[in-house]
Structures are given as C-alpha cells and as structure tokens.
C-alpha cells in the first residue's frame, strides 16, 4: 500500500471515528437512562406484589371469620340473638366482599406494573443492542488504525532504505537530478512515521473510551438483585 493510499485510509477512518465517537456517551446515556426506568418499574413491581400479599391476607383471615360465624345456626336463638347473629354476619360479608375488591384492585395495579416492567425491559434491551453495536463498530475501527500503523512499520525501513539509497546515488555524478526523490522519499518518511503514532494515540483513545463506564449498568442492576435476596 502507497502512502497515498495509507493518508486516504487514515483520513476516511478519522471521518468515520468523528461521526461514531460522540454517539458513545450518548448511547451509554441512553442505556442507563433505560435501566433506571427498569429499576423503578422493578420497585414498583414489588410494591404491588406486597400489596397483593397483603390484600390476600386480609381476604383469608375474613374469609375464615366470615365461614366460622356463617357456621351458627339460628335455630336455638331468641329474635333479638338472631337479629344479631344476622347482623355480624351481613357486617362480616360486607367487609369481605370489601377485602376480596381490594384485592382484585391490587391484583389489577400488579399486572400493570408488570406489563410497564416487561415494556422497560423492552427499552433496556434495545439501547444494550445499540451501544453493543456502537462499542463493536469502534472495536474495529481501532483494529483498521491497528492495521495502518502496522503498514507504516513495514513502509518505513523500506523509505529509509530508498532513501540511503538515494543518498549513495547523489554521492556520485549520476546523482544530481536525485534532490526532488529524496526530498518526496524525506516527506513521506515523515508522514508514515507521523500515521503511526496518530494511528497508536486513536487506538489508545478507543480503548480508553469503552473501558470507561464498561459494566456500570451490570453493577446496578448485581447490586440490586443482592440486595432484594438479602
């Protein structure tokens, strides 16, 4: 490969590298924007599951206080006893019946949360897949500068051999129309050498660039789950 062709290369990867670079925070932002949504709706998930819990406690424990007084019977009771017994037991339905619409309120407000929790995982899984994509167009574009600063190694012992030899030709009488050779071998010497460390500087910057904030999300969400089994 020329070194024309070596520039061309590295100026079309500096192209594609302003165009992908500044999406990384943004898309990193946007996934943990997404996780946080996951973890609310999570909260809220589990609010309204103890909710159920405890709406079905109060259903079983009104249930059996309900059966044991519909257990009585009338039939040994003054009027006055059975219009009591009548009264606690229509009192008791009353407040089941009540239970049992709580707990079908709650029972209501869990499925929704949990459709709203399938939805924010829905989201989180959208922005991992973009950011994954991003962080893997970024991994190869640090393999292609990866690629030119190998080709510039192999370029530059062969300009430097161009041009001793260049150097031993102007030491004779044949060489005097040699000077413009040298100096474009002398331009593109220090051009290659120059792809090579901008080359080593981007790759540095890429790695730099996904390592940070790598696995923060991960963390959150570890951290969380540890904490809801403890």
Not at 86 to 101: H, K, P, T
Request: with cysteine; charged share 25%; glycine share 6%.
């Amino acid at each position: 490969m020329g070194y024309k062709e070596l520039t061309s290369q590295f100026q079309q990867m500096e192209s594609r590298l302003q165009t992908l670079a500044p999406r990384l925070s943004e898309y990193r932002s946007q996934a943990a924007q997404a996780q946080n949504a996951v973890n609310r709706a999570q909260d809220t998930v589990d609010a309204a599951r103890d909710a159920v819990n405890t709406a079905q406690g109060d259903v079983n424990a009104m249930q059996a206080e309900y059966s044991h007084y519909m257990s009585y019977s009338s039939r040994n009771l003054d009027e006055q006893h059975e219009q009591q017994l009548q009264a606690i037991q229509q009192e008791l339905g009353r407040r089941l019946s009540a239970a049992q619409s709580r707990l079908s309120a709650a029972k209501s407000q869990l499925g929704a949360a949990q459709s709203q929790l399938q939805a924010a995982k829905g989201e989180l899984s959208s922005a991992k897949s973009k950011l994954a994509q991003l962080e893997s167009l970024l991994r190869d574009l640090a393999g292609g500068y990866g690629q030119i600063k190998s080709q510039a190694a192999r370029d530059i012992p062969k300009l430097e051999a161009a041009a001793a030899k260049v150097n031993a030709l102007m030491d004779n009488r044949y060489g005097s129309g040699l000077s413009s050779v040298k100096a474009q071998i002398r331009t593109q010497w220090a051009g290659t050498q120059k792809l090579s460390v901008y080359c080593d500087q981007r790759i540095r910057q890429i790695q730099n660039a996904l390592n940070s904030g790598s696995g923060e999300g991960e963390q959150r969400v570890r951290g969380r789950e540890e904490g809801r089994s403890r």
